[in-house]
Structures are given as structure tokens and as C-alpha cells.
């Protein structure tokens, strides 16, 4: 199994910044796809940002376009969200997530492998 650990989440202040890591532990690389979801009280988990695996290439959600930045270590094993110009409305519980997609990659649905979350507070 692929075992993901969140890191870095705290509380901010509007305007400010923070680094989520997402350690992955025993990664296989059949999981063409690894993300970042959060899941805001009493909302539906949402995509938020995931990186294609062995390419460049990123899909972003619209709302967090030109702040947060998603990226991996490839010698740690480690992916991360660089989040910028935080905004109240990105308190969040920040989830890792990874698997093999085929569909849409924003879709929380096509991922089985999560981590525990990490919390997001921005005031």
C-alpha cells in the first residue's frame, strides 16, 4: 500500500504563507498522480492541486491559480504545496492523496490512497 504523511499545516494570517509536505512512504510509481485536496466544514473535499508523476506537468483548481504551487522531491519522496497570498476561505483540512487516474484529476474520487490531513487556519 502507499503510505502518505502530511506535514506543515498550522494557522496564518491573511496574506501569508505556508508549506504543506506529504511524505510517501513506500511509493510505488504505478500511481501516475499525486495531489493536494482540502475539505472545508460542511463542504465536499475538493481538488486543489496534483502533479503528474514522472513529468511536469500540473493541474491547479482555479481558485488557488498563481498562489500555491505544487512540486516533489524525487530523492525524498516528498511532494509539497507552497500556499501564498493564504485567504481565510483556504482554512482547510489539507489532504495527500495519490493513485493511478484515469479520469479527471481534481476528482477526489479517482484517488484511494490518502494521508491523515494536516489542518490549514488563515485569520
Known amino acids: 500500500d502507499v503510505q502518505l504523511v502530511e506535514s506543515g499545516g498550522g494557522s496564518v494570517q491573511t496574506g501569508g504563507s505556508l508549506t504543506l509536505s506529504c511524505a510517501a512512504g513506500?511509493?510505488?510509481?504505478?500511481?501516475?498522480?499525486m495531489g493536494w485536496f482540502r475539505q472545508r466544514p460542511g463542504k465536499d473535499r475538493e481538488g486543489v492541486a496534483v502533479?503528474?508523476?514522472?513529468?511536469?506537468?500540473?493541474t491547479y483548481a482555479d481558485s488557488v491559480k498563481g498562489r500555491f504551487t505544487i512540486s516533489k522531491d524525487n530523492a525524498k519522496n516528498t511532494l509539497y504545496l507552497q500556499m501564498n497570498s493564504l485567504k481565510p476561505e483556504d482554512s482547510a483540512m489539507y489532504y495527500c492523496?495519490?493513485?493511478?487516474?484515469?479520469?479527471?484529476?481534481?476528482?477526489?474520487?479517482?484517488?484511494?490512497?490518502w494521508g491523515q490531513g494536516t489542518q490549514v487556519t488563515v485569520s
Open positions: 502533479l503528474w508523476i514522472g513529468g511536469a506537468q500540473t
Open positions: 513506500r511509493y510505488t510509481y504505478e500511481r501516475n498522480c
Open positions: 492523496a495519490a493513485d493511478r487516474v484515469l479520469g479527471w484529476v481534481l476528482n477526489p474520487r479517482e484517488y484511494n490512497y
